[in-house]
């Protein structure tokens, strides 16, 4: 069946550093991918999505390309801030419309 | 903006009761979702639902119903709350289509159980 398997956080970094988060998916076909950020104390919000192989998506200085060849998604931005602290979950979309949810990763961004 | 909300921030109840989670969207969306979010298993699908009356089981059905009468409104409802059901519950909507892809949250409501 569909999956998504991300990294296991948490994920600690300095402010101004480059972050990387890994996405691997297994799916039928050529699902689209997506990247959803939690923030404390809210609900999640997409941050980002791709919808074909090749696709970039960027929002909010982060950036993730769909890679079919090597099945990933893997998150990156360049330079950090102590705001970009929060949950990020991976996920795809299967046929049926239904979003199919990785473990999620931790960010800790320290001053 | 979409806004999803969710009638408790926290809620405490004890072993055996029967506990009502409420969402409401006010964006007219036809899907409705349920998920509870648990450490290191990410986000589970309890139910969900196209459309007034209707539902469907999702991943962890198990010990939940749900009730959607209007469309705005999906209830998850806990018959006899158990210890292991102390978890974060997120609803979520969308709409139909393509477009479905994009879920919009509620802020989730965190379920201790005694």
């Known amino acids: 069946g569909n999956s998504v398997t991300q990294m296991e956080g948490p994920v600690t970094l300095s402010e101004e550093a480059f972050l990387t988060i890994n996405c691997t998916y297994t799916a039928t076909g050529y699902p689209s991918l997506f990247w959803y950020v939690q923030y404390p104390g809210e609900g999640l919000q997409l941050l980002l999505k791709a919808t074909k192989a090749d696709d970039k998506g960027s929002n909010k200085g982060f950036e993730a390309t769909y890679r079919k060849e090597t099945t990933s998604f893997h998150l990156e931005k360049g330079s950090v801030q102590v705001s970009d602290s929060a949950v990020y979950f991976c996920?795809?979309?299967?046929?049926?419309?239904?979003?199919?949810w990785g473990a999620g990763t931790k960010l800790i961004i320290k001053p | 903006d979409v806004k999803v909300t969710q009638s408790s921030r926290y809620l405490v109840k004890r072993t055996g009761e029967k506990v009502f989670l409420e969402c409401v969207q006010d964006?007219?969306?036809?899907?409705m979702f349920w998920y509870r979010q648990d450490p290191g298993l990410g986000l589970r699908l309890i139910y969900f639902s196209y459309d007034v009356k209707m539902k469907e089981k999702g991943d962890i059905p198990e010990g939940y119903s749900v009730s959607r009468e209007k469309k705005e409104r999906f209830s998850l409802i806990l018959e006899s709350a158990s210890t292991n059901q102390t978890s974060m519950y997120l609803c979520a909507s969308s709409t139909v289509g393509k477009s479905a892809e994009t879920q919009y949250f509620g802020p989730g409501t965190r379920l201790l159980v005694l």
């Open positions: 996920a795809l979309r299967d046929s049926n419309y239904q979003l199919i």
């Open positions: 964006m007219d969306h036809e899907n």
